[in-house]
Protein backbone atom coordinates (compact mmCIF):
# COMPACT_ATOMS: atom_id res chain seq x y z
CA UNK A 1 0.00 0.00 0.00
CA UNK A 2 1.22 3.18 -1.11
CA UNK A 3 1.95 5.52 2.11
CA UNK A 4 -0.79 8.43 0.23
CA UNK A 5 -3.13 5.55 0.59
CA UNK A 6 -2.40 4.18 4.05
CA UNK A 7 -4.49 5.11 6.52
CA UNK A 8 -3.56 7.57 8.82
CA UNK A 9 -2.88 6.24 12.10
CA UNK A 10 -4.18 8.93 14.86
CA UNK A 11 -5.02 7.16 17.73
CA UNK A 12 -4.27 3.81 19.36
CA UNK A 13 -3.80 2.97 23.04
CA UNK A 14 -0.14 3.22 22.88
CA UNK A 15 -0.40 6.63 21.55
CA UNK A 16 -3.18 7.37 23.95
CA UNK A 17 -0.68 6.47 26.41
CA UNK A 18 2.40 8.03 24.92
CA UNK A 19 0.64 11.64 24.83
CA UNK A 20 -1.20 11.18 28.33
CA UNK A 21 2.13 10.59 29.77
CA UNK A 22 3.61 13.84 27.86
CA UNK A 23 0.93 15.86 28.18
CA UNK A 24 1.71 15.16 32.34
CA UNK A 25 5.40 16.02 32.05
CA UNK A 26 4.69 18.98 30.30
CA UNK A 27 2.14 20.26 32.52
CA UNK A 28 5.02 19.47 35.36
CA UNK A 29 7.84 21.02 33.29
CA UNK A 30 6.04 24.11 32.39
CA UNK A 31 5.02 25.16 35.98
CA UNK A 32 8.38 23.68 37.56
CA UNK A 33 9.96 26.69 35.36
CA UNK A 34 7.26 28.93 36.80
CA UNK A 35 5.73 29.41 33.18
CA UNK A 36 1.87 30.28 32.70
CA UNK A 37 -0.48 27.85 30.21
CA UNK A 38 -0.87 31.60 28.74
CA UNK A 39 2.69 32.71 28.62
CA UNK A 40 4.41 29.02 27.81
CA UNK A 41 1.56 28.38 24.84
CA UNK A 42 2.51 32.37 23.47
CA UNK A 43 6.48 31.22 23.59
CA UNK A 44 5.53 27.85 21.78
CA UNK A 45 3.31 29.59 19.11
CA UNK A 46 0.22 27.89 19.77
CA UNK A 47 -3.47 28.58 21.16
CA UNK A 48 -3.60 28.26 24.96
CA UNK A 49 -6.75 25.83 23.84
CA UNK A 50 -4.34 23.75 22.07
CA UNK A 51 -1.67 23.63 25.12
CA UNK A 52 -4.74 22.63 27.08
CA UNK A 53 -5.41 20.05 25.21
CA UNK A 54 -1.56 18.64 24.79
CA UNK A 55 -1.37 18.84 29.07
CA UNK A 56 -4.67 16.96 29.09
CA UNK A 57 -3.21 14.40 26.68
CA UNK A 58 -5.95 14.52 24.70
CA UNK A 59 -5.55 11.65 21.60
CA UNK A 60 -6.65 14.67 18.92
CA UNK A 61 -3.32 16.31 20.06
CA UNK A 62 -0.77 15.86 17.51
CA UNK A 63 2.95 13.96 18.40
CA UNK A 64 4.81 16.84 16.71
CA UNK A 65 3.58 19.43 19.06
CA UNK A 66 4.17 17.46 22.18
CA UNK A 67 7.85 16.93 20.42
CA UNK A 68 8.17 21.20 20.59
CA UNK A 69 6.55 21.84 23.57
CA UNK A 70 8.97 19.22 25.36
CA UNK A 71 12.27 20.68 23.12
CA UNK A 72 11.38 23.67 24.66
CA UNK A 73 11.55 22.72 27.62
CA UNK A 74 14.49 21.19 27.33
CA UNK A 75 13.04 17.78 28.75
CA UNK A 76 13.89 14.25 27.17
CA UNK A 77 11.78 12.99 24.28
CA UNK A 78 12.41 9.51 25.17
CA UNK A 79 8.83 8.64 26.88
CA UNK A 80 7.32 9.74 23.44
CA UNK A 81 9.81 7.49 20.92
CA UNK A 82 10.82 4.35 22.75
CA UNK A 83 7.20 3.24 22.96
CA UNK A 84 6.96 3.53 19.17
CA UNK A 85 10.27 2.35 18.65
CA UNK A 86 8.89 -1.05 20.84
CA UNK A 87 6.57 -1.13 18.17
CA UNK A 88 7.97 -0.54 15.75
CA UNK A 89 9.75 -3.97 16.43
CA UNK A 90 5.98 -5.78 17.17
CA UNK A 91 7.07 -5.77 20.96
CA UNK A 92 4.79 -4.71 23.79
CA UNK A 93 5.82 -1.43 25.36
CA UNK A 94 6.31 -2.12 29.26
CA UNK A 95 4.77 0.82 30.98
CA UNK A 96 6.80 0.90 33.44
CA UNK A 97 9.62 1.89 31.94
CA UNK A 98 7.85 5.76 30.82
CA UNK A 99 8.60 6.38 34.34
CA UNK A 100 12.08 7.90 33.82
CA UNK A 101 14.44 10.91 32.36
CA UNK A 102 15.61 9.03 28.90
CA UNK A 103 18.63 11.77 28.75
CA UNK A 104 21.50 9.26 29.40
CA UNK A 105 19.39 6.63 27.02
CA UNK A 106 19.19 8.94 24.33
CA UNK A 107 22.82 10.12 24.36
CA UNK A 108 23.72 6.68 24.50
CA UNK A 109 21.73 5.98 21.65
CA UNK A 110 22.78 8.63 20.02
CA UNK A 111 26.32 7.64 20.89
CA UNK A 112 25.86 3.73 19.40
CA UNK A 113 24.18 4.95 15.96
CA UNK A 114 27.04 7.43 15.64
CA UNK A 115 29.88 4.80 16.44
CA UNK A 116 28.14 2.26 13.87
CA UNK A 117 27.94 4.93 11.42
CA UNK A 118 31.53 6.50 12.01
CA UNK A 119 32.23 2.80 11.23
CA UNK A 120 30.92 2.20 8.51
CA UNK A 121 31.98 5.35 6.82
CA UNK A 122 35.56 4.43 7.61
CA UNK A 123 35.04 1.11 6.14
CA UNK A 124 33.76 2.66 3.05
CA UNK A 125 36.84 5.51 3.07
CA UNK A 126 39.33 2.61 3.12
CA UNK A 127 41.35 1.63 0.25
CA UNK A 128 41.31 -2.11 -0.34
CA UNK A 129 45.00 -1.89 -0.92
CA UNK A 130 45.35 -0.61 3.02
CA UNK A 131 43.39 -3.86 4.45
CA UNK A 132 45.77 -5.64 2.13
CA UNK A 133 48.75 -3.86 3.27
CA UNK A 134 48.04 -4.37 6.94
CA UNK A 135 47.24 -7.77 7.07
CA UNK A 136 50.84 -8.59 5.05
CA UNK A 137 52.23 -6.73 7.80
CA UNK A 138 50.83 -8.62 10.47
Not at 21 to 31: D, H, K, N, T
Not at 50 to 61: D, K
Not at 132 to 138: E, H
Amino acid sequence: MSPERAPAVTTSPLLDFVKEMSGRRIEQARRRNGLTQSQFAREVGISMRWLREIEAGNPSSLLDDHVVCAQYLRLSTGHIFLPLLFSSQDMEFPRELSYGDFSELERECIDLIAERNIKRIQAKLTPRWWSQRRSDLA
